[in-house]
């Protein structure tokens, strides 16, 4: 009887497989498990349920991955790759300010645009070669100026972690509604002046309230690139017990 399999081919990509099933490419199962990841989140995503989405059998993705961690790890670096697609054009000679907004607004379009895939990225720091790209890309914009290193990754970890901790509070459900803008907050106005004042601005677009918190981080990054020409800052953070400490937070992005 003839041999009706055939065997995996290094040169495509393709796995083993049966006559008349078609392969799978690593293309194919990455883009499907992407889909799965944007549906159900980490913690749910499972490779039984991926091979049953690509209608094969579980020992089909161990031909091409290591388990489940590898894959997520494959699958946060695609997300990355999605940022240039969400960067709005800057003009040739834009400044380090200039594009270091629209580099954030971009990472942050792209997190909202899978918002499952965002708890990945409190789990550790993506070391895939779209993950390096986009945090090469932000310290090329702060470096040499207008600051120093030290100075420079601070800047990147604030952007970084304002960038995420938005995102991570937006969620699945907020970003899937966000074109559907929240009630006001219907309350006692005299027992609540100022809260009933604010209700109508509260329900802001998400969006337009990250905006607003970014050009908040943005001006406070000028005047301490103004205070930098003269006076180096001090980036020391002191600890609970009153020392000071200058180690790297685990930064995910």
Do not use: C
Request: aromatic share 6%.
């Amino acid at each position: 009887m003839a041999d009706d399999t055939k065997a995996p081919n290094p040169a495509d990509g393709t796995t083993r497989r049966r006559r008349g099933r078609p392969a799978l490419s690593r293309e194919h199962l990455l883009s499907t498990a992407l889909e799965l990841l944007d549906d159900v989140g980490p913690d749910a995503f499972s490779l039984r349920e991926l091979a049953e989405r690509l209608n094969s059998g579980t020992a089909t993705l161990y031909r091409h991955f290591a388990g489940k961690h590898e894959i997520l790890d494959l699958l946060l670096d695609r997300v990355f790759a999605e940022i240039p697609e969400h960067l709005d054009a800057s003009p040739k000679d834009a400044d380090w300010l200039e594009r270091t907004r629209a580099l954030s607004v971009a990472f942050f379009r792209t997190l909202v645009a899978h918002p499952r895939a965002v708890p990945l990225l409190v789990e550790g720091i993506p070391s895939g070669p779209a993950g390096l790209t986009a945090r090469e890309s932000m310290l090329a914009a702060l470096l040499p100026t207008p600051f120093p290193p030290d100075a420079g990754a601070r800047v990147y970890t604030t952007i970084a972690h304002y960038v995420i901790g938005f995102a991570t509070q937006v969620g699945p459900s907020r970003a899937a509604t966000s074109e559907t803008p929240r009630r006001p907050l219907e309350l006692d106005s005299a027992r609540f002046p100022a809260t009933t004042a604010a209700s109508p601005f509260l329900a802001a677009d998400a969006e337009e309230e990250f905006a607003f918190g970014l050009e908040l981080i943005l001006s406070g990054l000028r005047v301490l690139e103004v205070r930098s020409r003269s006076t180096p800052p001090r980036l020391q953070v002191r600890a609970a017990g009153g020392g000071s400490t200058d180690g790297e937070h685990p930064v995910s992005s």
